[in-house]
Protein backbone atom coordinates (compact mmCIF):
# COMPACT_ATOMS: atom_id res chain seq x y z
CA UNK A 1 0.00 0.00 0.00
CA UNK A 2 3.03 2.53 1.20
CA UNK A 3 4.28 2.11 -2.58
CA UNK A 4 1.57 3.16 -4.75
CA UNK A 5 1.54 6.36 -2.15
CA UNK A 6 4.74 7.35 -2.96
CA UNK A 7 4.40 6.59 -6.66
CA UNK A 8 2.17 9.69 -6.33
CA UNK A 9 4.52 12.18 -4.75
CA UNK A 10 6.14 14.31 -7.12
CA UNK A 11 10.11 14.15 -6.88
CA UNK A 12 10.48 17.93 -6.80
CA UNK A 13 7.97 18.05 -3.54
CA UNK A 14 10.70 16.40 -1.77
CA UNK A 15 14.23 18.48 -2.73
CA UNK A 16 15.38 21.74 -1.63
CA UNK A 17 14.42 24.96 -3.04
CA UNK A 18 15.11 25.48 -6.29
CA UNK A 19 17.89 27.83 -7.88
CA UNK A 20 17.46 31.50 -9.02
CA UNK A 21 18.42 30.14 -12.79
CA UNK A 22 15.38 27.38 -12.46
CA UNK A 23 12.86 29.63 -11.04
CA UNK A 24 13.54 32.34 -13.81
CA UNK A 25 13.34 29.32 -16.61
CA UNK A 26 9.77 28.38 -15.10
CA UNK A 27 8.33 31.27 -15.38
CA UNK A 28 5.36 32.13 -17.84
CA UNK A 29 4.55 35.70 -18.90
CA UNK A 30 2.04 36.12 -15.84
CA UNK A 31 4.77 34.76 -13.50
CA UNK A 32 7.29 37.03 -15.37
CA UNK A 33 5.33 40.36 -15.11
CA UNK A 34 4.23 39.51 -11.17
CA UNK A 35 7.75 39.37 -10.20
CA UNK A 36 8.70 42.44 -12.51
CA UNK A 37 6.02 44.17 -10.38
CA UNK A 38 6.83 43.09 -7.14
CA UNK A 39 10.34 43.88 -7.74
CA UNK A 40 9.95 46.98 -8.91
CA UNK A 41 7.68 47.73 -5.77
CA UNK A 42 10.57 47.11 -3.55
CA UNK A 43 12.86 49.31 -5.55
CA UNK A 44 10.52 51.84 -5.06
CA UNK A 45 10.30 51.23 -1.30
CA UNK A 46 13.86 51.71 -1.03
CA UNK A 47 14.58 54.40 -2.82
CA UNK A 48 11.76 56.44 -1.01
CA UNK A 49 13.27 55.44 2.18
CA UNK A 50 16.55 56.39 0.63
CA UNK A 51 15.01 60.11 -0.05
CA UNK A 52 12.93 60.23 3.68
CA UNK A 53 16.38 59.54 5.18
CA UNK A 54 17.71 62.57 3.63
CA UNK A 55 14.64 64.40 4.87
CA UNK A 56 15.00 63.36 7.91
CA UNK A 57 18.78 64.29 8.23
CA UNK A 58 17.90 68.03 6.86
CA UNK A 59 14.63 68.67 8.76
CA UNK A 60 14.46 66.89 12.29
CA UNK A 61 16.00 67.03 15.69
CA UNK A 62 19.75 65.67 15.60
CA UNK A 63 18.76 63.75 18.78
CA UNK A 64 16.33 62.28 17.10
CA UNK A 65 17.82 61.60 13.56
CA UNK A 66 18.81 57.99 13.65
CA UNK A 67 15.78 56.67 16.29
CA UNK A 68 13.36 57.57 13.28
CA UNK A 69 15.73 56.35 10.40
CA UNK A 70 15.90 52.90 12.01
CA UNK A 71 12.35 53.44 12.38
CA UNK A 72 11.34 54.32 8.87
CA UNK A 73 13.47 51.73 7.72
CA UNK A 74 11.48 48.65 8.92
CA UNK A 75 9.02 48.58 5.73
CA UNK A 76 11.53 48.72 3.03
CA UNK A 77 13.97 46.78 4.45
CA UNK A 78 11.88 44.11 5.15
CA UNK A 79 10.39 44.53 1.12
CA UNK A 80 13.74 44.43 0.03
CA UNK A 81 14.78 41.09 1.34
CA UNK A 82 11.70 39.55 0.64
CA UNK A 83 12.39 40.65 -3.16
CA UNK A 84 16.01 38.27 -2.69
CA UNK A 85 14.35 35.90 -1.34
CA UNK A 86 11.35 35.74 -3.63
CA UNK A 87 14.23 35.72 -6.67
CA UNK A 88 16.82 33.34 -4.52
CA UNK A 89 14.41 31.01 -2.79
CA UNK A 90 17.46 29.00 -1.14
CA UNK A 91 18.65 32.25 0.58
CA UNK A 92 15.08 32.62 2.38
CA UNK A 93 16.70 31.82 5.65
CA UNK A 94 19.53 34.19 5.21
CA UNK A 95 16.72 37.05 4.28
CA UNK A 96 13.90 36.30 6.96
CA UNK A 97 16.15 36.43 9.39
CA UNK A 98 18.08 40.10 8.59
CA UNK A 99 14.48 41.36 8.44
CA UNK A 100 13.85 39.63 11.71
CA UNK A 101 16.96 41.01 13.63
CA UNK A 102 16.37 44.10 12.02
CA UNK A 103 12.90 44.66 13.45
CA UNK A 104 13.77 43.59 16.72
CA UNK A 105 16.23 46.64 16.91
CA UNK A 106 13.16 48.88 15.48
CA UNK A 107 11.24 47.86 18.65
CA UNK A 108 13.70 49.46 20.99
CA UNK A 109 13.81 52.19 19.01
CA UNK A 110 10.35 52.98 19.29
CA UNK A 111 10.59 52.71 22.99
CA UNK A 112 13.65 55.20 23.04
CA UNK A 113 11.41 57.23 20.69
CA UNK A 114 8.72 57.83 22.44
CA UNK A 115 10.60 58.70 25.57
CA UNK A 116 12.60 60.88 23.53
CA UNK A 117 9.51 62.63 22.59
CA UNK A 118 8.52 63.24 26.14
CA UNK A 119 11.73 64.91 26.75
CA UNK A 120 14.48 62.30 27.34
CA UNK A 121 14.86 60.23 30.06
CA UNK A 122 15.32 62.80 32.57
CA UNK A 123 12.61 64.62 31.39
CA UNK A 124 10.60 61.23 31.22
CA UNK A 125 11.18 60.64 35.11
CA UNK A 126 10.74 64.27 36.39
CA UNK A 127 7.59 64.67 34.83
CA UNK A 128 5.74 60.85 36.06
CA UNK A 129 8.26 60.28 39.00
CA UNK A 130 5.62 59.34 41.53
CA UNK A 131 3.00 58.69 38.96
CA UNK A 132 1.93 54.96 39.04
CA UNK A 133 1.42 53.11 35.31
CA UNK A 134 -0.85 50.46 34.45
CA UNK A 135 1.31 47.12 33.39
CA UNK A 136 -1.88 45.12 32.27
CA UNK A 137 -0.88 45.97 28.84
CA UNK A 138 -0.56 43.53 25.79
CA UNK A 139 0.77 41.09 24.61
CA UNK A 140 1.58 39.66 28.10
CA UNK A 141 -1.01 40.78 29.88
CA UNK A 142 -3.95 42.40 28.83
CA UNK A 143 -6.27 39.78 30.54
CA UNK A 144 -4.66 40.41 33.84
CA UNK A 145 -6.97 43.25 35.10
CA UNK A 146 -5.92 42.43 38.61
CA UNK A 147 -2.41 43.57 38.24
CA UNK A 148 -1.52 46.50 40.36
CA UNK A 149 -0.50 49.84 39.25
CA UNK A 150 3.64 50.31 39.09
CA UNK A 151 4.98 53.77 40.32
CA UNK A 152 7.51 55.00 37.77
CA UNK A 153 11.22 54.76 39.03
CA UNK A 154 14.54 55.29 37.42
CA UNK A 155 14.50 51.62 37.76
CA UNK A 156 11.50 51.01 36.30
CA UNK A 157 12.60 52.67 33.36
CA UNK A 158 15.53 50.58 32.75
CA UNK A 159 13.91 47.62 33.43
CA UNK A 160 11.38 48.67 30.56
CA UNK A 161 14.27 49.45 28.31
CA UNK A 162 16.16 46.45 28.75
CA UNK A 163 13.21 44.63 28.35
CA UNK A 164 13.24 45.80 24.84
CA UNK A 165 16.84 45.79 24.30
CA UNK A 166 17.17 42.18 24.96
CA UNK A 167 15.38 41.11 21.99
CA UNK A 168 17.43 43.45 19.62
CA UNK A 169 20.58 41.29 21.31
CA UNK A 170 19.57 37.76 21.88
CA UNK A 171 17.82 37.58 18.18
CA UNK A 172 20.56 38.64 16.26
CA UNK A 173 22.96 36.20 18.61
CA UNK A 174 20.14 32.98 18.10
CA UNK A 175 19.85 33.75 13.96
CA UNK A 176 23.39 33.69 13.74
CA UNK A 177 23.33 29.81 15.75
CA UNK A 178 20.82 28.92 13.87
CA UNK A 179 22.85 29.72 10.84
CA UNK A 180 25.44 27.73 11.92
CA UNK A 181 23.51 25.20 12.67
CA UNK A 182 21.79 25.08 9.74
CA UNK A 183 25.04 25.06 7.56
CA UNK A 184 26.12 21.74 9.62
CA UNK A 185 22.85 20.14 9.05
CA UNK A 186 21.46 20.42 12.27
CA UNK A 187 18.83 23.15 11.85
CA UNK A 188 15.56 22.21 9.69
CA UNK A 189 12.62 24.34 10.33
CA UNK A 190 10.37 21.68 8.89
CA UNK A 191 11.88 18.85 11.40
CA UNK A 192 9.43 19.63 14.77
CA UNK A 193 11.14 16.45 16.62
CA UNK A 194 12.04 16.96 19.96
CA UNK A 195 15.82 16.05 19.12
CA UNK A 196 15.78 19.00 16.34
CA UNK A 197 16.95 23.06 17.12
CA UNK A 198 14.02 24.57 15.57
CA UNK A 199 11.63 23.14 18.10
CA UNK A 200 13.55 24.53 20.71
CA UNK A 201 15.06 27.42 19.18
CA UNK A 202 11.53 29.17 17.82
CA UNK A 203 9.80 28.53 20.93
CA UNK A 204 12.36 30.52 23.06
CA UNK A 205 12.70 33.42 20.13
CA UNK A 206 8.74 33.52 20.53
CA UNK A 207 9.47 34.13 24.54
CA UNK A 208 11.37 36.51 23.87
CA UNK A 209 9.40 38.15 20.90
CA UNK A 210 6.41 39.00 23.76
CA UNK A 211 8.83 39.99 26.18
CA UNK A 212 10.43 42.89 24.35
CA UNK A 213 6.41 43.88 22.99
CA UNK A 214 5.27 44.61 26.64
CA UNK A 215 7.76 47.34 27.63
CA UNK A 216 6.86 49.06 24.58
CA UNK A 217 3.14 48.81 25.12
CA UNK A 218 3.02 49.95 28.63
CA UNK A 219 5.00 53.26 28.20
CA UNK A 220 2.64 53.51 24.67
CA UNK A 221 -0.55 52.98 26.76
CA UNK A 222 0.28 55.29 29.53
CA UNK A 223 1.93 58.47 27.74
CA UNK A 224 0.43 58.29 24.61
CA UNK A 225 -2.36 61.12 25.01
CA UNK A 226 0.44 63.52 25.67
CA UNK A 227 2.00 62.65 22.37
CA UNK A 228 -1.49 63.27 20.27
CA UNK A 229 -0.30 66.37 18.53
CA UNK A 230 2.70 64.24 16.88
CA UNK A 231 0.86 61.43 15.45
CA UNK A 232 2.13 58.75 17.54
CA UNK A 233 -1.12 56.45 17.72
CA UNK A 234 -1.19 56.20 13.69
CA UNK A 235 2.98 55.84 13.80
CA UNK A 236 2.71 53.10 16.38
CA UNK A 237 0.04 51.32 14.62
CA UNK A 238 2.16 51.22 11.56
CA UNK A 239 4.54 49.75 13.76
CA UNK A 240 2.28 47.60 15.23
CA UNK A 241 1.10 46.51 11.51
CA UNK A 242 4.47 45.40 10.54
CA UNK A 243 4.72 43.48 13.04
CA UNK A 244 1.80 40.87 12.84
CA UNK A 245 2.54 41.10 9.13
CA UNK A 246 5.57 40.23 9.56
CA UNK A 247 5.82 37.67 12.20
CA UNK A 248 2.31 36.11 12.66
CA UNK A 249 1.13 36.34 8.87
CA UNK A 250 4.57 34.57 7.63
CA UNK A 251 4.36 31.90 11.35
CA UNK A 252 1.08 31.41 9.46
CA UNK A 253 1.76 30.70 6.33
CA UNK A 254 4.81 28.87 7.37
CA UNK A 255 2.47 26.19 9.66
CA UNK A 256 0.42 25.95 6.40
CA UNK A 257 3.26 24.83 3.95
CA UNK A 258 4.69 22.28 6.59
CA UNK A 259 0.75 21.12 7.22
CA UNK A 260 0.77 20.07 3.51
CA UNK A 261 -2.12 22.92 3.16
CA UNK A 262 0.25 24.96 0.56
CA UNK A 263 -0.05 22.41 -1.93
CA UNK A 264 3.20 21.19 -3.86
CA UNK A 265 3.91 23.11 -6.89
CA UNK A 266 6.98 21.60 -9.29
CA UNK A 267 9.84 22.89 -8.96
CA UNK A 268 8.83 24.26 -5.26
CA UNK A 269 8.27 22.43 -2.49
CA UNK A 270 4.68 22.65 -0.21
CA UNK A 271 7.78 24.24 2.08
CA UNK A 272 8.79 26.56 -0.86
CA UNK A 273 5.94 27.63 -2.21
CA UNK A 274 4.35 28.63 1.29
CA UNK A 275 8.18 31.04 1.88
CA UNK A 276 7.45 32.24 -1.96
CA UNK A 277 3.56 32.80 -1.26
CA UNK A 278 5.33 35.05 1.82
CA UNK A 279 7.34 36.74 0.69
CA UNK A 280 5.48 37.99 -2.76
CA UNK A 281 2.82 39.00 0.14
CA UNK A 282 5.25 41.12 2.27
CA UNK A 283 6.49 43.02 -1.02
CA UNK A 284 2.87 44.57 -1.54
CA UNK A 285 2.45 45.13 1.73
CA UNK A 286 5.64 46.86 2.87
CA UNK A 287 5.33 49.12 -0.40
CA UNK A 288 1.82 50.35 0.83
CA UNK A 289 3.22 51.07 4.40
CA UNK A 290 6.44 52.57 3.29
CA UNK A 291 3.40 54.59 1.51
CA UNK A 292 2.13 55.69 4.50
CA UNK A 293 4.69 56.18 6.68
CA UNK A 294 6.34 58.40 4.70
CA UNK A 295 3.53 60.26 4.41
CA UNK A 296 3.31 60.39 8.77
CA UNK A 297 6.86 61.30 8.96
CA UNK A 298 6.63 63.90 6.21
CA UNK A 299 6.49 66.66 8.43
CA UNK A 300 8.73 69.09 10.77
CA UNK A 301 6.93 69.72 14.20
CA UNK A 302 8.70 71.07 17.72
CA UNK A 303 9.21 69.08 20.93
CA UNK A 304 6.75 68.61 23.63
CA UNK A 305 7.20 71.59 25.93
CA UNK A 306 9.74 70.56 29.21
CA UNK A 307 8.81 69.97 32.36
CA UNK A 308 9.56 73.35 33.38
CA UNK A 309 7.18 74.88 30.96
CA UNK A 310 4.39 72.79 31.90
CA UNK A 311 4.93 73.86 35.53
CA UNK A 312 5.15 77.35 34.78
CA UNK A 313 2.08 77.16 32.84
CA UNK A 314 0.04 75.64 35.60
CA UNK A 315 1.31 78.26 38.17
CA UNK A 316 -0.22 80.51 35.86
CA UNK A 317 -3.34 78.56 35.31
CA UNK A 318 -3.66 78.62 39.13
CA UNK A 319 -3.14 82.03 39.89
CA UNK A 320 -5.51 82.98 36.00
CA UNK A 321 -8.29 80.67 37.08
CA UNK A 322 -10.16 78.33 35.36
CA UNK A 323 -10.52 80.31 31.31
CA UNK A 324 -6.48 81.18 30.48
CA UNK A 325 -5.68 82.10 27.14
CA UNK A 326 -2.17 81.65 25.97
CA UNK A 327 -0.14 81.91 22.54
CA UNK A 328 1.23 78.74 22.29
Not at 174 to 182: M, Q, T
Request: glycine share 4%; hydrophobic share 50%.
Amino acid sequence: MEEPLNSTIHPACLQEPPLAIDVIKQLDMFGFCLYAMLTFMSCISLLLYLEQCVYIYKKLPYSRKTTIIWINGAAPVIATMSCLGMWIPRAVMFTDMTSNCYFAVVVYKVLVLIIDELGGSNYFLERFSGETFRINTGPCCCCCLCLPRVPMSRKMLFLLKLGALQYAILKTVLSVLAIVLWTNGNFDLADLEITGAAIWLNPFIGVLTIISLWPVAIVFMNTNSLLRSLNIVPKYAMYQLILVLSQLQTSIINILALDGTIACAPPFSSQARGSMLSQQMMIMEMFIITLVTRFLWRRTYSTLPSVAHDNNQNTKIALQGAHVEHNV
